[in-house]
């Protein structure tokens, strides 16, 4: 039986079906001592108590959902008893840097707007992607681009080819593409001048939708505190 609340969840409300990590051990904190279940959306003692109103990605349900002694049946548990870490560790888990790619689209339409309107932009008379200024805001949207592509796709290639994968490539590359990705939508909004600010330009939309992965997705301090670890061999707290 199933008991508790967690908040925030994507496609809450609108999933049938839903992956919960549950505490089976309390002797045991963080990933250790919890096992993963499959849950049907129909299941009686659960439900959705919320759906959060959000700043940006809007067209994506966010649930607050609640368990309440909620039955789910041993054969709907994901591997072993416990076995949360090993499943986050297996091949199934290697896609969290895909969240890299969803927020290296946006900012490409971020800094392909840019680009265009500072083409078009007459000021002083001449384009404004003739001045200095704004010429330094556009190499330096693409450098970041560029730097987390790189990033990404060296990951992907991992994903697909290491059998002994490395976790710290997904935690970075959602890292590097995450923050990219707010620093690109800001200068396209500052390349865009007051008109950034205004509804009609798309790039207003794409700096509220990139912020929610700096920490959605896995937060980014966390993610570093974990790459830490990893490096110095010093077990988290
Ligand atoms: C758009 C969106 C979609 C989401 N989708 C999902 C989903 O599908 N499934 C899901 O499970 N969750 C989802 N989440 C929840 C998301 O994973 C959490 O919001 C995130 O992990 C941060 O947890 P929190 O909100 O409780 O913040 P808190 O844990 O309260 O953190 C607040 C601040 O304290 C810092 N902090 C907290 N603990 C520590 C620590 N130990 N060391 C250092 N700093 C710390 C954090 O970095 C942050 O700055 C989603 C969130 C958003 C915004």
């Known amino acids: 039986r199933l008991n508790g609340t967690k908040q925030f969840i994507s496609n809450g409300g609108t999933a049938k079906l839903y992956v919960v990590y549950t505490r089976t051990d309390k002797t045991q904190g963080g990933l250790k001592g919890m096992t993963p279940f499959l849950v049907p959306a129909d299941t009686p003692g659960f439900t959705v108590s919320r759906i959060h109103d959000k700043m940006g990605r809007r067209l994506l349900s966010n649930a607050t959902l609640v368990f309440e002694d909620a039955e789910v049946p041993a054969a709907n548990r994901l591997g072993e008893e416990g076995g949360a870490e090993a499943l986050r560790n297996s091949r199934i888990a290697r896609g969290r840097g895909g969240y890299g790619a969803t927020v290296l689209g ?132």
């Open 106 to 237: 946006v900012s490409r339409a971020a800094f392909e707007e840019a680009v265009r309107y500072s083409r078009e932009r007459v000021q002083g008379g001449k384009p404004i992607g003739q001045h200095q200024a704004v010429a330094q805001m556009i190499g330096d949207m693409y450098t970041r681009l560029e730097m987390a592509r790189s990033v990404l796709w060296r990951t992907s290639w991992a994903v697909d080819h290491a059998d002994d994968y490395d976790p710290r490539m997904s935690w970075l590359t959602k890292v590097v593409c995450s923050e990219a990705a707010y620093e690109i939508c800001r200068l396209a909004l500052e390349v865009h001048g007051g008109m950034g600010y205004m509804r009609e330009c798309p790039v207003e939309k794409y700096l509220r939708d990139v912020i929610s992965f700096l920490h959605g997705a896995g937060n980014n301090h966390i993610f570093r505190i974990k790459i830490s670890s990893r490096i110095t061999g010093l077990p988290l707290e």
